[in-house]
């Protein structure tokens, strides 16, 4: 259980230093919309529970119609979230095509 915890901390910091970096290299100081309630202040040292925090409101509904074909629905998904893909460089993909179509 403790290597566990050791590593679900690595992934934290990693995320975390990812990002922070990737803001860097393209220069710019600061990111919005990762604080709820106040969508416009500038966060300057993003933190991982602020990026996750960011995707609270997204919610993906898996469903199946009639002839049992899955299909899912999205919703809450901004632009700030693919951004926040991107300096990740996580496949944005996993948003736009769920279920892998």
Known sequence: MLQLLILALQYYNLWQYALRQQLAQ????????????NPGRKVHRPTTSLILGAFKQVQIIYL???????????????????????????PQ????HPLGQ
């Open 64 to 90: 199946s119609t009639a002839q049992g074909t899955p299909v899912a629905h999205l919703q809450g998904v901004q632009e700030h979230h693919l951004r926040l893909l991107r300096l990740l460089r996580l």
């Open 93 to 96: 993909d996993i948003y736009q």
């Open 26 to 37: 393209q220069e710019q100081d600061f990111l919005t919309n990762l604080v709820p309630g």
